[in-house]
């Protein structure tokens, strides 16, 4: 489960960042520490790797894939941008201010900037105008930026501009009143881009203008929809712009240009000599060579030294800590804190008779069930399955993965009652065997049957997850009793298993993940509440069941943190109670991060821009090569030394 395709409404929903609001941009005050790794690279530091997939566009102000959003990323910088530590940072914008209600921004853009082509040559500066420029593009739906465009829903009549030239599309100009299905086309109110607040006040000012406060707007500069284009180039390249069959159909104001790109041969970014903070690119030239093979045969290249970088997948992974030879030459990449996994109840069954639907929404609405199940759900030996060499890493206390945000340097799942939940394991043997007895007692009185049939399902094209559904089996049925609950397990289709297993409720209990869209506690609480469609805890209002009353006070919860908007750390406050009350009333059971990757790679990875959204962690400024490849002993050293300097 994902984003939405579509213009976001225009609600709080898209609050977004990691850093406070502040009247201009600062440092974040911390010393960058020196990188491990085999010391100093050459003078010429060339980073080398190979690519397996190749990007179908370069048009940044369009894409939504993390692939070729990467390009962009590198060669374009936006507005802001982060540090190695989280703290937002001046970049096309040397500085910003606000109004008194924090509805309009406005930004002092740096002077000198150049726009510059493959060879390096200049073409022109940067000013305000580009910023304009592009987000009329991004909000012409001629251009089909989709999701992209939806960022922009929280600025002044982005969305009714953006829905306006759709239906432009759809009616051929008004022309037509229905669709290709018959269907009618209903007439959106005339609007012109001038009145979107997007305003260049003079060549180095820019203005945007809110629909309503969003505390943390800033952050949301940092997707690739809001990077600037020059207007004469755009105009030049038509719908050539960005496409992806050579360096020429791009400018470039970033760290990096485009010096070569050929279409699944080479990608070359170099240096470019011409950027503002050229003195922060320690990385001379980045070469990405094509190989459909890649992840076979780059193991075998590092080990000859052609590459600097490459995957260790589980099935060599053993091999390589065992050999002297490979077993310093293999760390991890950083943890991923922009998605997690956690499992569901499903509160509204749709799925076959043989499962006995009705006797599951007897048993899902207990408390004490629900609760069993929590404490009885060893997660770390399901894990054991995708992690055997580490599988405690993965495991979370909460649905928020613990680093995505901090207010005031603290992080957020130390805020109130989530502190404690953090502090311990929801698996807990003799509490979920207590659970169950209270839970059988008060379930036999309401009629319900034992055991309880359990659906679960998987998706059999994701790796291991039949195994993970195996191990859950076992050892639930074995701690809580297969007189107590017979889980089945069920795999669904490969394709669409989204559509027609979770969104058509056809399951009982499932491990379902979710990935965050903007920088702030309220993007976790979308899963279960909010305008998406397809909200775990939806279900439950509209059913009408007794878990209602429990949903409903979990809503009110977070209506109350969305509604704070100025006092950022009541806002975390209020937000860690919500989710809090999730957890211990066991609506959602927290289960992990993403799974762990190994690597082979000359970068200390945590000199990479830190954010969990955005483009900020694809780039390469501000990375050393190491002249040696990292180890673990240095992965984790390097670690040490950016959770003491955060």
């Not at 739906?141 to 009549?157: D, I, P």
């Not at 600097?308 to 997948?313: F, M, P, R, S």
Request: aromatic letters at 12%; glycine letters at 8%.
């Amino acid at each position: 489960m994902k984003r939405r395709n579509r213009i976001l409404a225009l609600s709080l929903t898209l609050a977004m960042g990691l850093g406070l609001l502040s009247g201009c941009g600062g440092g974040s005050g911390n010393a960058t520490p020196a990188p491990t790794g085999g010391g100093a690279a050459p003078e010429s530091a060339v980073y080398r790797k190979l690519y397996g997939s190749e990007v179908s566009t370069m048009n940044y102000l369009t894409t939504n894939t993390i692939l070729e959003q990467t390009v962009g990323a590198n060669v374009i910088d936006c507005l802001v941008e982060y540090d190695q530590y989280g703290a937002l940072q001046p970049s096309l914008a040397e500085s910003w201010t606000t109004n008194d209600d924090a509805t309009v921004y406005t930004f002092k853009i740096r002077q000198g900037v150049k726009w510059v082509d493959s060879s390096g040559a200049e073409q022109g500066e940067l000013t305000a105008n580009d910023f304009v420029t592009a987000a009329a593009y991004v909000l012409d739906a001629t251009h089909q930026s989709g999701t992209a465009a939806s960022y922009f829903g929280v600025v002044k009549n982005a969305e009714a501009y953006f829905n306006y030239t759709s239906y432009l599309i759809t009616s051929e100009n008004g022309a037509k009143t229905t669709d290709a299905e018959g269907n009618a086309i209903e007439p959106v109110d005339p609007i012109t881009f001038e009145e979107v607040g997007v305003k260049a006040l003079d060549d180095y000012t820019l203005e945007y203008t809110l629909e309503q406060p969003v505390p943390y707007f800033l952050s949301g500069l940092t997707y690739v929809c809001f990077m600037p284009v020059y207007g004469p180039f755009l105009e030049e390249k038509g719908d050539s712009f960005g496409a992806a069959t050579g360096p020429d159909t791009l400018l470039y104001c970033g760290a990096y240009i485009l010096s070569d790109f050929a279409p699944q041969q080479t990608h070359v970014y170099t240096k470019n000599a011409s950027y503002w903070d050229k003195d922060k690119v320690y990385i001379d030239q980045i070469v990405e060579t094509y190989n459909s093979q890649y992840n076979t045969v780059g193991p075998q290249m590092v080990k000859t030294g052609e590459i600097d970088q490459a995957d260790i997948g589980s099935d060599i992974l053993d091999s390589w800590l065992l050999d002297p030879n490979t077993a310093d030459l293999v760390s991890k990449y950083r943890a991923k804190v922009d998605y997690s996994y956690f499992y569901c109840f499903n509160f509204n069954p749709t799925f076959d008779a043989e499962y006995e639907p009705e006797n599951w929404r007897l048993a899902v609405n207990n408390e004490n069930f629900r609760q069993s199940l929590m404490a009885g759900l060893d997660r770390v030996r399901e894990l054991s399955v995708l992690d055997p060499n580490d599988p405690q890493s993965l495991a979370i206390n909460s649905v928020t993965p613990p680093g995505f945000t901090n207010a005031d340097g603290k992080e957020y799942t130390q805020f109130g009652d989530l502190a404690a939940i953090m502090a311990r394991d929801s698996f807990d043997e003799t509490k979920a065997l207590e659970y169950r007895d209270a839970a059988r007692a008060e379930l036999e009185a309401a009629g319900c049957t034992f055991p309880v049939k359990v659906l679960v399902r998987y998706n059999p094209a994701t790796v291991d997850w039949d195994k993970e559904c195996a191990v859950v089996e076992q050892q639930m049925e074995g701690l809580l009793g297969s007189d107590y609950i017979d889980i089945i397990t069920v795999a669904g289709p490969e394709s669409n298993f989204l559509t027609e297993v979770r969104r058509s409720g056809d399951y009982a209990f499932m491990k379902c993940g979710w990935g965050a869209d903007y920088a702030d506690p309220q993007t976790w609480t979308d899963p279960f509440y909010g305008d998406y469609k397809y909200a775990f805890l939806t279900e439950a209002m509209e059913a009408g069941d007794p878990v209602a009353d429990t949903v409903a006070e979990y809503r009110a919860l977070v209506e109350a943190a969305i509604a704070e908007t100025s006092d950022m750390a009541r806002r975390y406050e209020l937000f860690a109670a919500a989710e809090a009350y999730l957890i211990d009333h066991a609506l959602a059971i927290p289960f992990s991060t993403s799974q762990t990757s190994y690597q082979v790679v000359r970068l200390n990875v945590f000199e990479t821009q830190y954010a969990p959204f955005g483009v900020s962690g694809l780039r390469y400024k501000g990375q050393h090569l190491q002249s040696d490849y990292v180890s673990m002993e240095q992965f984790e050293a390097n670690l040490a030394a950016w959770e003491a300097a955060r």
